[in-house]
T-cell receptor, first 113, second 117 residues
Framework: AQTVTQSQPEMSVQEAETVTLSCTYDTSESDYYLFWYKQPPSRQMILVIRQEAYKQQNATENRFSVNFQKAAKSFSLKISDSQLGDAAMYFC??????????FGQGTTLQVKP | SQTIHQWPATLVQPVGSPLSLECTVEGTSNPNLYWYRQAAGRGLQLLFYSVGIGQISSEVPQNLSASRPQDRQFILSSKKLLLSDSGFYLC????????????????FGDGTRLSIL
């Protein structure tokens, strides 16, 4: 079975600073994918970034990047130059061969002006 | 481009009443479809998923059921709602064939906030 753990219920960052959200996972599958989703107060689920487990290079999307440590089963999200619009709940998720997503408990990010 | 529509956005129902939430996808064919529930301040729990018309897989035992009468239509139902059915329900879709190594990202609808009184 797959599990995803986010150990930080809440985080805060000053506007324009950098913040890192932690995520660890456990899976018995050899081929899997990892995702970060953002859920703003509107409660839409927005895909932020994804990482294929077979790729060693960390994924990057503009101000968002991941630190994927496969041996440690760690998948953290780094947000650079934080903006007020980044305030949201962030979910880490994994999917295996079935394509079904397993979500972590979420981290609420507060951005202070 | 592909879009996903979910309605209603908000629903208030009495205990014991029936439920029907609808989700449709446009701009793609044979999508994988999913229903999730999110309790307040919590993560998402997968309730059902479907890889094709009439094919429904249930992830957790519950008071709800799902149906897929058309390729791009996914319906979440209940004959008699319980207080514990309250929550935020999200429909999602993904491309690719599940179980064959395809892990396309899931795209979510705007959700339905269901309150049971």
């Amino acid at each position: 079975a797959q599990t995803v753990t986010q150990s930080q219920p809440e985080m805060s960052v000053q506007e324009a600073e950098t913040v890192t959200l932690s995520c660890t996972y456990d899976t018995s599958e050899s081929d899997y994918y990892l995702f970060w989703y953002k859920q703003p107060p509107s409660r839409q689920m927005i895909l932020v970034i994804r990482q294929e487990a077979y790729k060693q290079q960390n994924a990057t999307e503009n101000r968002f990047s991941v630190n994927f440590q496969k041996a440690a089963k760690s998948f953290s999200l780094k947000i650079s130059d934080s903006q007020l619009g980044d305030a949201a709940m962030y979910f880490c998720a994994s999917s295996g061969n079935t394509g079904k997503l397993i979500f972590g408990q979420g981290t609420t990010l507060q951005v202070k002006p | 481009s592909q879009t996903i529509h979910q309605w209603p956005a908000t629903l208030v129902q009495p205990v014991g009443s029936p439920l029907s939430l609808e989700c449709t996808v446009e701009g793609t064919s044979n999508p994988n479809l999913y229903w999730y529930r999110q309790a307040a301040g919590r993560g998402l729990q997968l309730l059902f998923y479907s890889v094709g018309i009439g094919q429904i897989s249930s992830e957790v035992p519950q008071n709800l059921s799902a149906s897929r009468p058309q390729d791009r239509q996914f319906i979440l139902s209940s004959k008699k709602l319980l207080l514990s059915d309250s929550g935020f329900y999200l429909c999602a879709w993904s491309a690719g064939r599940l179980g064959q190594g395809s892990n396309q990202p899931q795209h979510f609808g705007d959700g339905t906030r269901l309150s049971i009184l």
